[in-house]
């Protein structure tokens, strides 16, 4: 039990969330390190959103609500930090949310696809049926044939570069979220937030049920042709050049 006191409360939170779901069988013990990772950039954000990871929220939305065939593709650490913000995203906008694992395994992709039904998503794709793209070596290169394989707008939040990469040769809009702006799925990316998961999901909720209201086709176009991804990625590695100075004082 964490006290609400404590100066690194939410920290402390999320990291038994992550425990618990290693616990459950759903996370797996390499996203406990990768978590780790993501926990030393976003100390350098001053673990709060930044003006840019907002803006590239936006973007994304604007993607994920234009798209014909887009997918939220998860894996283990995803599905246990935000399951449900992932369910109500698939509510609003009706996207079908594909399993794909680095570390696969039948029991783990099982045990994610229950606790995303439970949460309410209807819609799991297991990649069980799934297709073999080149160029990743990794078993995440199997991906579900009603999913990613047709998917033109592809969501894959806390993702290793390879596929990343292999997405975006295929032509594919990629959407990301990812706290270190310098790896290689941020820089293959077309929108990457660079944000920390929980807090890119709740911003993204908020934004995907205010577009949904009423017609805002135009609006959507002009935030995607005026995203430069790249130029996005620098604002938030300036942010933490400038935070490492300031605690160098
Ligand atoms: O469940 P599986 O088997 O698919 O495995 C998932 C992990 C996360 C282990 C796997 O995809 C992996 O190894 O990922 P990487 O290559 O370590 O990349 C994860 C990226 O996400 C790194 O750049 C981290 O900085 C970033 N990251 C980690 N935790 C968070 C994060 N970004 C945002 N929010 C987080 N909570």
Request: hydrophobic share 45%; proline share 3%; glycine share 6%.
């Amino acid at each position: 039990m964490v006290s609400e006191e404590h100066p690194r409360y939410a920290s402390l939170v999320l990291r038994n969330k992550l425990v618990d779901g290693y616990e459950r069988g759903i996370a797996s013990a390499h996203g406990l390190i990768a978590h780790g990772r993501g926990e030393a950039f976003d100390y350098l954000l001053g673990e709060q959103t930044s003006e840019s990871a907002r803006n590239a929220t936006k973007v994304a939305c604007a993607h994920l609500l234009t798209a014909n065939h887009p997918v939220l593709s998860v894996n283990g650490n995803t599905a246990t930090l935000v399951p449900g913000e992932i369910a109500e995203l698939h509510a609003i906008t009706g996207i079908p949310v594909e399993i794909n694992l680095f570390h696969p395994s039948a029991q783990r992709i099982e045990r994610i696809a229950d606790h995303l039904h439970a949460y309410g998503v209807v819609n799991v794709l297991t990649g069980f049926d799934f297709i073999k793209l080149a160029h990743i070596a990794s078993d995440r290169a199997n991906v579900d044939k009603n999913g990613t394989f047709k998917a033109d707008v592809v969501f894959v939040p806390l993702e290793d570069g390879d596929r990343a990469q292999a997405l975006a040769k295929l032509g594919k809009t990629v959407l990301t979220v990812d706290l270190n702006p310098l790896s290689r799925t941020a820089v293959a990316s077309t929108v990457t937030i660079v944000d920390e998961v929980t807090r890119a999901f709740k911003n993204l909720v908020s934004f995907a049920q205010h577009f949904k209201s009423e017609s805002h086709e135009y609006e959507l176009d002009l935030l995607k042709a005026r995203f430069d991804n790249i130029e996005n990625l620098k604002a938030s590695y300036a942010l933490m050049q400038k935070r490492l100075r300031s605690l160098a004082r």
